[in-house]
């Protein structure tokens, strides 16, 4: 009994913690060009995230950060609208996973000349 119960705890311990949000999709993507104007911004993750406790940045050509108000369409989701003027932009993401973690990361764009 003692054998089974200490190899049940191995096995119990053996297993994956639960995962952290990873991003799996963007709209952009990480290196897209596109035209400038209003842009809807998208991240899918892989689990569920706190859009409450989540974040969005977005750093301009001028090199002026804001923070962006965030639309959670789903709950692995997360989407803002931002107007986009010609140059390189950086979107920087921190989502609170349902596990607890936080994970971060950014995605970098460009907006170019019509």
Partial sequence: MLIAALLGGWVL??????????LLR???????ILSAGP???????NS????ARSRLALTGPDGV?????????AADQLGAR????V??????????AI??????GELRFTVADP
């Fill in 99 to 104: 596990d607890g973690h936080i994970t971060r």
């Fill in 82 to 85: 931002a107007v986009l003027s």
């Fill in 26 to 32: 963007s709209a952009p993507a990480d290196g897209a």
């Fill in 87 to 96: 140059g390189a932009w950086v979107l920087r993401w921190q989502v609170l």
């Fill in 48 to 51: 569920r995230i706190d859009a």
């Fill in 13 to 22: 311990a053996a297993r994956p913690a639960a995962a952290h949000a990873i």
């Fill in 65 to 73: 950060t804001r923070i962006l108000a965030i639309a959670a369409p």
């Fill in 39 to 45: 842009a809807d911004l998208e991240l899918n993750f």
